[in-house]
């Protein structure tokens, strides 16, 4: 059964992806989402081959790693979850910027199995109405431990925000802060507040119960409830709690019923006092699909976002997580995460993640010339895609040549050695093949591309003033 031949998928190919969705699923659940994120988000199914389940990786990296430390577990989850199975094959494949992109992992965050929790009321807590059963334990996840505001690193973009959190969570329901309304990007610390807000209050008031969840949860649990007709207890429950949190609103957007159900719970707490947190990914007057009242009443507290990130904050929440890290994470490593993955605060620690876990792993210090080897994946994800055009006009203009100089054959030093610096340039800073490079130069041959880089490298390395020429080119691309 081949895969890719076809433009239909097989008839299970469905069944086939639910399956692997599960597998997912169980293993997030398994090893807890940090090392998921780190180590098994990026697996892709490649599709089943007989017995074998085929699953691709980025780089060999990735796929040794995942193939040392849970290959057996993976292979059991996939004999047990899919009918006919009994070994997975792990490959090597490349991935676009496309096949990763943001809403593939946005979905996979909104979406994972027992993410929402349910801080437990604590015991002295009052006990709920007769008509209700106490809190039910698959609802009881814990706080990640790590989200809390010690952690947080505060900057302009997310001041604000973490201003706002503080104060309610030092004074919860307080006029003006209710509901607290937090909206930003993905990875750019909405659920990390949301969490240090609970932690705090359960610290300085145990007796509040403190409900989290994200908004999908709030709807699965719903929907279960209507199906089971017990709306009731999924009301009376809810309505129980001091404290209600949901994360990720935007997932209620164009559910009808959840929504309703959302809002009257939502106006029956905020009537009895309690405090509500929302996060979303947009402020509410630009979530679209939400009816107006509800708009209103989101509206109705404080709205904070977090803000893009600066450098400056990607550093300082660098310098403060390789602080933790128990390796020694060189500064200018650090600057150039920082450069590099300017989008989201996930990323940039997850590839921090992975550079310590290979030094610790190989037990090699961590230096400039790691950082491509270990992180090529996510940085040609966060690629500033500079083009080879840009090179080519970028380099004309500083050794002061015509831009067609590029493309012609004229072989005099004084065009040929800039042409072969753009040839070089474009092979570091794009991820083109040597031949695609060729092409652009004129139709010329990847082996005068490969001797192009050869001579800059060998160039560089015994002259300092041409390396720092070429270096300083290098850093005005990239900017
Ligand atoms: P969101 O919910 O907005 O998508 P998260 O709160 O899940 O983002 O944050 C993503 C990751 O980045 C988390 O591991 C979080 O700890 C980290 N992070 C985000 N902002 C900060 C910050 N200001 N300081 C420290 N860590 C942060
Ligand atoms: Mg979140």
């Given at each position: 059964?081949?895969?890719?031949?076809?433009?239909?998928?097989?008839?299970?190919?469905?069944?086939?992806?639910?399956?692997?969705?599960?597998?997912?699923?169980?293993?997030r659940?398994?090893?807890?989402?940090?090392?998921?994120?780190?180590w098994?988000?990026?697996?892709?199914?490649?599709?089943?081959d007989?017995?074998?389940?085929?699953?691709?990786?980025?780089?060999?990296?990735?796929?040794?790693?995942?193939?040392?430390?849970?290959?057996?577990?993976l292979?059991?989850m996939?004999?047990?979850?899919?009918?006919?199975?009994?070994?997975?094959?792990?490959?090597?494949?490349?991935?676009?910027?496309a096949a990763?992109?943001?809403?593939?992992?946005?979905?996979?965050?909104?979406?994972p199995?027992?993410?929402?929790?349910?801080?437990?009321?604590?015991?002295?807590?009052?006990?709920?109405?007769?008509?209700?059963?106490?809190?039910?334990?698959?609802?009881?996840?814990?706080?990640?431990q790590?989200?809390?505001?010690d952690?947080?690193?505060?900057?302009?973009?997310?001041?604000f925000?973490?201003a706002?959190?503080?104060r309610?969570?030092?004074?919860?329901?307080?006029?003006?802060?209710?509901?607290?309304?937090?909206?930003?990007?993905?990875?750019?610390?909405?659920?990390?507040?949301?969490?240090?807000?609970?932690?705090?209050?359960?610290?300085?008031?145990?007796?509040?119960?403190?409900a989290?969840?994200?908004?999908?949860?709030?709807?699965?649990?719903?929907?279960?409830?209507?199906?089971?007709?017990?709306?009731?207890?999924?009301?009376?429950?809810?309505?129980?709690?001091h404290?209600?949190?949901?994360?990720?609103?935007?997932?209620l957007?164009?559910?009808?019923?959840?929504?309703?159900?959302?809002?009257?719970?939502?106006?029956?707490?905020?009537?009895?006092?309690?405090?509500?947190?929302?996060?979303?990914d947009?402020?509410?007057?630009?979530?679209?699909?939400?009816?107006?009242?509800?708009r209103?009443?989101?509206?109705?507290?404080?709205?904070a976002?977090?803000?893009?990130?600066?450098?400056?904050?990607?550093?300082?929440?660098?310098?403060?997580?390789?602080?933790?890290?128990?390796?020694?994470?060189?500064?200018?490593?650090?600057?150039?995460?920082?450069?590099?993955?300017?989008?989201?605060v996930r990323?940039?620690?997850?590839?921090?993640?992975?550079?310590?876990?290979?030094?610790?792993?190989?037990?090699?210090?961590i230096?400039?010339?790691t950082v491509p080897?270990?992180?090529?994946?996510?940085?040609?994800?966060h690629?500033?895609?500079?083009?080879?055009?840009?090179?080519?006009r970028?380099?004309?203009e500083?050794?002061?040549?015509?831009?067609?100089?590029?493309?012609?054959?004229?072989r005099?030093?004084?065009?040929?050695?800039?042409?072969?610096?753009?040839?070089?340039?474009?092979?570091?800073?794009?991820?083109?093949?040597?031949?695609?490079?060729?092409?652009?130069?004129?139709?010329?041959?990847?082996?005068?591309?490969?001797?192009?880089?050869?001579?800059?490298?060998?160039?560089?390395?015994?002259?300092?003033?041409?390396?720092?020429?070429?270096?300083?080119?290098?850093?005005m691309?990239?900017?």
């Open positions: 059964m081949d895969q890719d031949s076809g433009e239909l998928p097989p008839p299970n190919a469905g069944k086939t992806a639910a399956s692997w969705a599960r597998v997912r699923a169980r293993l659940q398994e090893v807890g989402d940090v090392e998921y994120r780190n098994l988000r990026q697996m892709t199914l490649g599709g089943v007989g017995e074998a389940v085929l699953i691709s990786l980025p780089t060999r990296f990735l796929r040794d790693w995942v193939r040392d430390h849970y290959g057996d577990r292979r059991l996939c004999q047990a979850e899919m009918a006919g199975i009994r070994t997975v094959e792990l490959r090597v494949q490349a991935v676009g910027v990763r992109a943001p809403v593939e992992s946005e979905a996979e965050d909104a979406a199995l027992g993410e929402s929790l349910m801080v437990a009321p604590a015991p002295a807590a009052p006990p709920m109405t007769a008509a209700s059963e106490p809190v039910r334990n698959d609802w009881l996840v814990p706080l990640d790590r989200f809390t505001f952690t947080f690193v505060v900057g302009k973009p997310n001041e925000a973490h706002c959190a503080r309610v969570a030092e004074s919860p329901a307080q006029a003006g802060f209710n509901p607290l309304f937090l909206y930003g990007g993905v990875g750019l610390g909405k659920t990390h507040l949301m969490h240090s807000i609970a932690w705090s209050l359960r610290e300085q008031e145990p007796d509040l119960s403190v989290y969840m994200s908004a999908e949860k709030f709807m699965y649990r719903f929907i279960a409830a209507l199906r089971s007709h017990n709306t009731m207890e999924f009301k009376t429950q809810l309505r129980s709690v404290v209600l949190m949901v994360d990720d609103l935007q997932f957007i164009g559910k009808d019923n959840t929504q309703e159900e959302f809002f009257h719970t939502f106006n029956a707490l905020i009537d009895a006092g309690k405090q509500i947190i929302i996060s979303a947009k402020a509410p007057n630009d979530l679209s699909g939400i009816e107006d009242r509800l209103t009443r989101l509206s109705g507290g404080i709205v976002d977090l803000h893009a990130t600066t450098y400056e904050l990607r550093l300082s929440i660098l310098q403060a997580k390789a602080h933790n890290s128990g390796v020694e994470v060189p500064a200018r490593v650090q600057e150039l995460l920082a450069r590099k993955i300017a989008s989201n990323d940039l620690e997850g590839a921090l993640n992975r550079l310590v876990a290979h030094a610790k792993l190989f037990g090699r210090p230096t400039l010339d080897e270990v992180l090529s994946d996510i940085l040609r994800a690629d500033k895609r500079l083009s080879i055009d840009d090179i080519q970028k380099v004309a500083h050794y002061n040549i015509r831009l067609t100089e590029m493309a012609s054959a004229r005099a030093r004084a065009v040929a050695r800039p042409r072969q610096v753009a040839m070089y340039l474009a092979k570091q800073l794009t991820s083109r093949s040597l031949p695609e490079i060729g092409r652009r130069f004129g139709n010329r041959d990847h082996t005068t591309v490969l001797h192009a880089v050869n001579k800059i490298t060998e160039l560089m390395a015994g002259d300092p003033s041409f390396a720092e020429d070429v270096t300083l080119l290098r850093k691309l990239e900017m």
